[in-house]
């Protein structure tokens, strides 16, 4: 049996665990990093963590590191981090790899949440899938013929600027109308500010006109409590989400979609709206053989699959 | 050295010949097809050639057709073809295969190209690239980690029907807004007939308000010779195809992009725009780091391509 530690750093959290090769999560636990921190801040706290658990689990055979933002794995470097906005070309691996006897991998988080979800969860022994995650923006991890796709430089995966409408509203990439402007934390709170719909008043009275408290989660309590106006954002989430997907289906030709990131856990709100749109931007051949699964393993996918990408490095 | 026999199917035009491995074209011609014939048909038409060939090029090891459609290649199916619409999922390759003592192999006509532009052409040596083709419509070849990329069934590639305007003009697809409504000789076509620029007046007049004769070449030829709406529908087809192909460099992060099919012939009066338009709609860093390159091989790309996908099965 082999042993790999996984990590998944978020924007706020810090997850660790040690994964054995049969898939099974021995220890974990969570922490709060604080944000805007330096690179050379985190990967102390990193290593102080690192250290232990390899002093705890002497077999383990490598570390696995999921961060969210351009990652070039190859080289090893963090190229920008939307959450560590100090961060820029930064060798992270080297502040790393020098500590240890064991190698150090890192990449995209939403490249080690696609190999957890293909591990052990919503794509488990499928050769082909794409996962999706939403969340403050959109992440993509492209797992083709058994293999996360990289690109050139690691960039690869930045799904969430596709253009979706030509004209649509500026986004933080410098183009417009990107799919991030929509189907993300970011894009309701757009979607909800432009909106002219009828009931848009009784909701706006709800949050005392305070668009701040636009959340993900305060539309999924409305839309549950029955406020319509929060349901016709939900459709609006759900057509989006189908006509990005209908993108990448008709680009990859791939026909299985894992779906997650905490947005996703509106679904019963927007997936029907979802597939419909999905279905009508398709050939009807293709579109009866996409199947949207929702992820399943929630906030253990990226420990999973940041292990995993030691454990089975032909998959990363 | 090994040689092989390299067909690319076209919609009118058939073109085959012997390529060694080595990459010298050994003998090479073209026949007219005719439109709409029956798959069996083809394949007699296609049998009597390589039958021929076979004999005169004895050590000859298999024989590769691109074929314009959807092709399951590891089936030998093809799905559909636009341009041969009798054709619905054709096992294509058992019609062939059976009659010779070399294996036959067929693929999307797009994914052939790419092959070809690969071994002797614009991405010769690149390990990512992104082919695209303008014609009647777009076509796609995904050349990733030194191999096609296929999709579950063959279907990738349709990056035609990537959505870049929500509620653009409907497509055959049976949805709106793809970018093949817009970068192809069908889309050229419709953003003549909308337009509502003041020069069009005059350019209507030079066609007696004709737009069946409104074709690549002819918009082309305007341009050339100084029509002003021309050049518009020129600049506004760049700026369109620089959008896609932003999209397509987000997803895959890959940064070369060869660029061929008979519209890409007015290459100087769109490039510029979209080269301008790429820019403004990804990462600053990376819009630099995209390379658009004409393709080079014309016409023979796609005998090439096949006959690479036989002698360098690993590619394709």
Redo the contacts between chains.
Sequence with gaps: MEYAIGIDLGSTNFRVGVVSSDGVLHEKYMEEVGANRDAEDIAHFLFLHIKRLLEAWPDVIGVGIGIPGIVNKEKGIV?QAPHYPKWHDVKFKELLNEQFNVPVIIDNDANMIALGEGMLGAAKDLD?FLMITLGTGVG?G?F??G?I???????????G??????D?PPCN?????CWEMYVSATGLKHMVEISDEPHKDKFLKSINDDYHKVTPALLFDHARDGDIFASVIWKKFGT?LG??I???V???????IVIGGGVSKAWDYFIKPAENELK???????GN?VKLHPAVLEHDAGVFGSARAVLQPECD
Tied chains: 1, 2.
Excluded at 280 to 286: A, D, G, L, N
Aim: net charge positive; proline share 0%.
């Design positions: 190229h082909n993509g492209l083709l013929n293999k796709l990289h690109g050139d430089t690691g960039f690869a995966g930045e799904i600027h596709m253009i979706v409408e030509f649509g990439c410098g183009g417009r109308g989006y006509v990005g209908a993108s990448l008709n680009t990859f030709g791939v026909f299985n009508k931007r398709t050939y009807k051949h293709t053989l």
